[in-house]
C-alpha cells in the first residue's frame, strides 16, 4: 500500500514459513454451528467458517509480515500506474483448476462480475467502483476503477476465482448444497456431511505448490471440521482427542482448565502467538436503527450501565484488559484529550454536527468493580431522563412510548456472551429496562443478523493496520440499510464516510493515519458498541505432533492464513 515489499523478487519463501517442512498427516478442527451451503462466496446459507479461507484462490496473496503487501500467486505479474487507477494481471500459465483445466482470463473476468452482482455482499461494494475489466492480451486482464481509492488496485488482487464452465446454466446464488465448488486451491473438498462434519484434502497435483509465496505452507494433507452446538461439548471433544487443537478465549480458563490427561501426558501443547494488530471491536453491537437506541445518550447510559470490571472479574478472572477504541493497541488509534493537527483538521468540517466526545475526547466509563455499580448507574439515569425517558411502575418510557424491552439475539452455544449478557440484563433491570435473551441455532442467527432482527447482538471486527475499503462495509452509510451487510449497528454518519474517503484516497501516510485515527474517534465517541475485552495474542492449545515456525508474522494468527497454512504434522 505504501513504500515497497519488504520480500525481493526472488525470494525463496515467506519469513513465517518453514521451506523444508514436512508435508502429511491431518489435523481436525471444531466450530460450533451448523452449514446448508458449500459455496461460501454466495449470499445465501451459512458454510462452516474456516471453509471459505480454504476454498479458493485468488491472482495475489497477503503476507502476514508486512502491514499491507501482496505477492503473486495466481497473476505471475502485475502493473499499476503512479495514480493506480488500474491494475493489470498477467496470469501465471501453469495455474490449474483441481480438473485440470487451465485457469483463463475469462474466468477471472466472469468471477468478478459474478461476486460483484450475485455473491456475498462483502464482495459487492468492489464491483461497484470497478468502471471496466477487459483482456488485454494473451493471459492479461485489466481493471479499471471509476473513484480514486488507492487500495483498489490491491483488493482487486484478492477476489476468489472461480471456474466459469461449472456455472453454465446453474444458478450461482441458489447453489447450497448440490455444488461442490471446483477451484485452484491446493485443498478440495473431499466428504462432507450436513451439520456435522466437512473433510478437505490437498491435491497432490496441486499446480502452485513451488511458487515462493506457497513454499512451507499448505503442509497437512487433509484438514476436517467438526460441528458442534456447543462450546463445552467441543472443548471435551479436544480433551478426549477428537479434535487436534482448540482455541481458548479466555485467560482465566487458559490457566486453568489444561490440565486433563492429554496434557499432562505431553499429547497437547499450550501455544501462545502474540501479533501486533490493533485490538479491533469485541462486544455486543447496539442497533441504531431502533428507538431509543438511535439516540447517544441512551447509548451512553447502556454502556454505564455495562458493569465491566465485575463482568471481567467473574468471566475471565479481571486479567483481560478492556478495548478503548478501535484502534487501540496500534498506532493507528486515537490520542487522549482534544483532536489536534490533521486530526483535527479532517474533522472541522464537520464539527456542528459531531456528539460531545469525538472532537474533546472520549473514554469508556469506569466502574468500581462492584455488583452495584451504583455512580455509573446514577450517571446512566441522568442521561436517560436527558433523553426524554422516565421510570414509570418499574419500568423505563422513552418519550411517551411502551416500556423499554431490548432483545439481545446469541448463536445457540455460545457460552461467554450468553453469561455476560445476564449478568448484564440485571444491571439494565435497575434501571427499569427489560434485555430479553433470544438464543437460536446457526441458521436463524444468520437471518436474524442479516435483516438486523435484534437490538444487541455480538459482534466482532479484526482490524489490520492497513484498514481500507472493509471500512465501508462495516460503518458506512450505504451498508447501513443493506441486508447482510456488516455494518451491524446501521451507523449512517457522513463524517465516518468522510474519514473513510480520506483513508482510501490518501497518498502519504501521515494523512492516511490522521484519518484513521479520527475515524477512531467517530466510532468510539459514537457508542455504536457496548466494548469487552481485548485479545493481545491467540492462545492455542493442540496436538503435539502439530509444529510451527518459531518466526511471528506482525498479524501473529491471522484467520487461516498462519494456522494451518504454515503449520505442519511432524512424524517423530
Not at 372 to 384: D, H, I, P, Q, S
Amino acid at each position: 500500500m505504501y513504500g515497497s515489499p519488504a520480500l525481493p523478487p526472488d525470494f525463496v519463501s515467506l519469513p513465517y514459513a518453514n521451506p523444508d517442512a514436512p508435508k502429511g498427516g491431518k489435523a481436525v478442527f471444531g466450530v460450533t454451528g451448523g452449514f446448508d451451503t458449500l459455496n461460501p462466496f454466495a449470499q445465501k446459507g451459512s458454510s462452516p467458517w474456516p471453509y471459505r479461507f480454504w476454498a479458493a484462490e485468488s491472482l495475489m496473496g497477503r503476507s502476514l509480515d508486512e502491514p499491507f503487501t501482496l505477492y503473486g500467486v495466481l497473476a505471475e505479474s502485475i502493473e499499476v500506474p503512479e495514480d493506480r487507477s488500474w491494475v493489470e494481471f498477467t496470469l501465471h500459465p501453469a495455474a490449474r483448476f483441481a480438473d485440470g483445466s487451465p485457469v483463463t482470463v475469462e474466468d477471472v473476468i466472469w468471477s468478478y462480475e459474478t461476486l460483484g452482482t450475485k455473491g456475498n455482499v462483502r464482495y459487492r461494494s468492489f464491483w461497484q467502483n470497478v468502471s471496466k475489466i477487459e483482456t488485454t492480451g494473451p493471459g492479461k486482464v485489466r481493471i479499471s476503477f471509476n473513484s480514486d481509492n488507492r487500495e483498489l488496485a490491491l483488493i482487486a488482487g484478492l477476489r476468489p476465482i472461480l471456474k466459469k464452465a461449472q456455472w453454465d446454466g446453474k444458478d450461482f446464488a441458489e447453489s447450497g448444497l448440490s455444488e461442490p465448488l471446483i477451484t485452484s486451491s491446493a485443498y478440495q473438498l473431499a466428504e462432507y456431511e450436513p451439520n456435522r462434519f466437512l473433510v478437505m484434502r490437498r491435491n497432490p497435483d496441486y499446480w502452485g505448490k513451488d511458487l515462493p509465496f506457497r513454499r512451507g505452507t499448505q503442509n497437512l494433507d487433509e484438514l476436517r471440521v467438526d460441528l458442534f452446538a456447543d462450546g463445552t461439548v467441543m472443548f471435551e471433544a479436544f480433551k478426549a482427542g477428537e479434535l487436534s487443537t482448540y482455541r481458548e478465549y479466555n485467560t482465566n480458563l487458559w490457566d486453568s482448565n489444561y490440565d486433563f490427561p492429554r496434557a499432562s501426558a505431553g499429547d497437547v501443547i499450550q501455544s501462545e502467538i502474540p501479533h501486533q494488530k490493533p485490538t479491533g471491536i469485541t462486544g455486543l453491537a447496539i442497533n441504531t436503527r431502533n428507538a431509543p437506541l438511535d439516540d447517544w445518550r441512551v447509548r451512553e447510559a447502556l454502556i454505564l450501565a455495562f458493569n465491566f470490571e465485575y463482568i471481567n472479574e467473574t468471566i475471565t478472572g479481571g486479567r483481560q484488559p478492556r478495548i478503548s477504541s478501535y484502534f487501540s493497541r496500534s498506532s493507528l488509534g486515537f490520542l487522549p484529550g482534544n483532536a489536534k493537527g490533521k486530526v483535527a483538521e479532517f474533522l472541522s468540517p464537520y464539527a456542528s454536527d459531531l456528539i460531545p466526545g469525538v472532537i474533546d475526547g472520549y473514554t469508556l466509563p469506569k466502574g468500581d468493580g462492584s455488583l452495584r455499580n451504583r455512580r455509573n448507574l446514577r450517571k446512566a439515569v441522568k442521561l436517560l431522563q436527558d433523553a426524554g425517558c422516565k421510570v414509570v411502575d418499574s419500568s423505563l418510557h422513552c418519550n411517551g412510548n411502551d416500556a423499554v424491552t431490548l432483545t439481545a439475539v446469541l448463536r445457540q452455544g455460545d457460552t461467554e456472551n450468553k453469561a455476560i449478557v445476564e449478568l448484564y440484563a440485571q444491571a439494565l433491570k435497575r434501571l427499569g429496562i427489560t434485555l430479553e435473551i433470544e438464543t437460536v441455532d446457526s441458521a436463524q442467527f444468520v437471518e436474524r443478523e442479516s435483516q438486523f432482527d435484534f437490538d444487541l447482538i455480538p459482534i466482532r471486527r479484526a482490524l489490520s493496520l492497513s484498514p481500507g475499503n472493509e471500512q465501508r462495509l462495516y460503518w458506512g452509510s450505504r451498508a447501513a440499510d443493506t441486508a447482510g451487510s456488516r455494518n451491524l449497528p446501521g451507523i449512517k454518519e457522513p463524517a465516518v464516510d468522510a474519514m473513510i474517503d480520506k483513508m482510501l484516497s490518501s497518498t502519504e501516510a501521515e494523512d492516511f493515519q490522521s484519518a484513521t485515527r479520527a475515524l477512531d474517534r467517530l466510532l468510539t465517541a459514537g457508542r455504536y458498541v457496548i466494548p469487552i475485552w481485548q485479545y493481545s495474542a491467540a492462545y492455542i492449545a493442540h496436538d503435539s505432533d502439530l509444529k510451527f515456525p518459531e518466526h511471528t508474522p506482525i498479524y501473529g494468527d491471522s484467520a487461516t492464513n498462519f494456522m494451518p497454512h504454515v503449520w505442519w504434522h511432524d512424524p517423530n
